[in-house]
């Protein structure tokens, strides 16, 4: 069964930066896409940054230019740089891939989380 595991979260000062992991392990195919979620409490999940093939990237509007998402193919591992981070990206982050596995099925599995916790 395909999995996501990430790691990188914390708690940083406002201007300060993160940056997160997410590997994704299993009978992989191959993967179509990776991307980084987020959801604060009382909001719904939203998407922060995706990469698709050939390092296709798409950003919300609210990170632009602070956040980096990037992929290592080799290691099937997606990574979000946060840079310039404000209080309002406090949120449980979430990691998302788009994979076929073995069985050219496509599933979209989700990491555990990580916490990213910025204080004023």
């Known amino acids: 069964q395909v999995q996501l595991v990430e790691s990188g979260g914390g708690l940083v000062q406002a201007g300060g930066s993160l940056r997160l992991s997410c590997a994704a392990s299993?009978?992989?195919?191959?993967?179509?896409?990776m991307g980084w979620y987020r959801q604060a409490p009382g909001k719904q999940r939203e998407l922060v940054a995706a990469?698709?093939?050939?390092?296709?990237?798409n950003y919300a509007d609210s990170v632009k230019g602070r956040f980096t998402i990037s992929r290592d193919n080799a290691k099937n591992t997606v990574y979000l740089q946060m840079n310039g981070l404000k209080p309002e990206d406090t949120a449980v982050y979430y990691c998302?891939?788009?994979?076929?596995?073995?069985?050219?099925?496509?599933?979209?599995?989700w990491g555990q989380g990580t916490q990213v916790t910025v204080s004023s």
């Open positions: 299993g009978r992989i195919f191959r993967i179509n896409a």
């Open positions: 990469v698709a093939g050939g390092d296709r990237t």
């Open positions: 998302n891939a788009e994979i076929l596995n073995y069985y050219r099925d496509t599933v979209r599995p």
